[in-house]
């Protein structure tokens, strides 16, 4: 995680925020929120407010701790909504199979699977949150954890991750609901196929991330 001290320099100078902001070029509220951690300054933002108080950047940006922590890659990790998905899938399916004898237990037991992971997710979450009050995720807002990136290198590969999400869209889509046509009389094959699509858009989302992250 990044560190900085310009409020320390900026007090040393006896600025405001807003003269801060002048001086760079930038508005009040983003120098607060670089002050409290929550955003990483570009590089040529650092070098610019570095120049302003007449320092290096070493001098006002540090490195303080790992950013890519076990627990956070955890939470940040596809498999868990991909798991969570799959079981939703599989409890649709299950509630369509009029012939098993033992339907409703089952999907019951999917279904507590289903809340146990949502629980288990939230705490870590929360567990998270503690640790690291400055880089805080959101358990209950509407953008995946995997998209709540501040780090600029984070945000272009989950960039790249989902233009060939949308370039697997392209072409899994026709195919999918050309199966779901012509299987238009079987209740399984359309909750299946949709599962498929699924899997195969966190798989893609998964391969990218992983391959972008060993260079």
């Given at each position: 995680m990044l560190g900085n001290r310009v409020r320390e320099l900026r007090a040393r100078f006896k600025w405001t925020q807003q003269d801060l902001a002048d001086s760079v070029?930038?508005?009040?509220?983003?120098?607060?929120?670089?002050?409290?951690?929550?955003?990483?300054?570009s590089v040529a933002l650092a070098l610019k407010i570095a120049k302003s108080f007449n320092v290096s950047v070493e001098d006002v940006f540090y490195l303080k701790g790992g950013r890519n922590n076990m627990l956070q890659r955890i939470i940040r990790s596809p498999f868990i909504p991909m798991s969570m998905f799959l079981l939703i899938i599989v409890c649709f399916t299950i509630s369509t199979m009029d012939f098993y004898p033992n339907q409703s237990r089952l999907a019951r037991m999917v279904f507590l699977a289903l809340i146990a992971i949502t629980l288990c997710w939230t705490v870590l979450a929360q567990l998270h949150n503690r640790k690291h009050p400055h880089d805080r995720i959101n358990s209950l807002g509407l953008i995946p954890p995997e998209f709540?990136?501040?780090?600029?290198?984070?945000?272009?590969?989950?960039?790249?991750?989902?233009?060939?999400?949308?370039?697997?869209?392209?072409?899994?889509?026709?195919?999918?609901a050309g199966i779901c046509f012509l299987f238009s009389h079987s209740r399984f094959v359309p909750l299946l196929s949709i599962g498929a699509l699924g899997l195969g858009q966190y798989l893609v989302y998964w391969l990218t991330i992983r391959k972008l992250n060993q260079f």
């Open positions: 070029g930038i508005t009040r509220q983003t120098v607060g929120l670089i002050e409290k951690g929550d955003y990483a300054p709540q990136e501040t780090d600029e290198g984070q945000q272009w590969i989950t960039f790249k991750a989902c233009r060939n999400v949308y370039v697997y869209y392209t072409y899994a889509l026709p195919i999918i």
